[in-house]
């Protein structure tokens, strides 16, 4: 049985950039970055992905991610 009701990939998959313009990283006060193939939002200085799930962002650095070295230098 197929679930109606849920979003297509893409659109599950994208964030609005107005969002992304309010949120902030909670543990440096700087702006995050949107990683759209792991659907997290990165702040590169302090070394954390903080994931979004059923669409939002879970913006507590307990549920964050640590990046690896080579994440934190990419881009």
Do not use: F, N, W
């Amino acid at each position: 049985m197929s679930d109606t009701h849920a979003p297509s990939a893409d659109t599950a998959r994208d964030v609005d950039p107005a969002l992304l313009e309010i949120l902030v990283c909670p543990v440096t006060r700087g702006p995050l970055h949107y990683d759209r193939e792991k659907h997290e939002l990165v702040s590169k200085p302090a070394r954390l992905a903080y994931p979004i799930r059923d669409g939002v962002p879970i913006m507590l650095e307990s549920e964050a991610r640590e990046l690896s070295d080579a994440e934190a230098k990419a881009k």
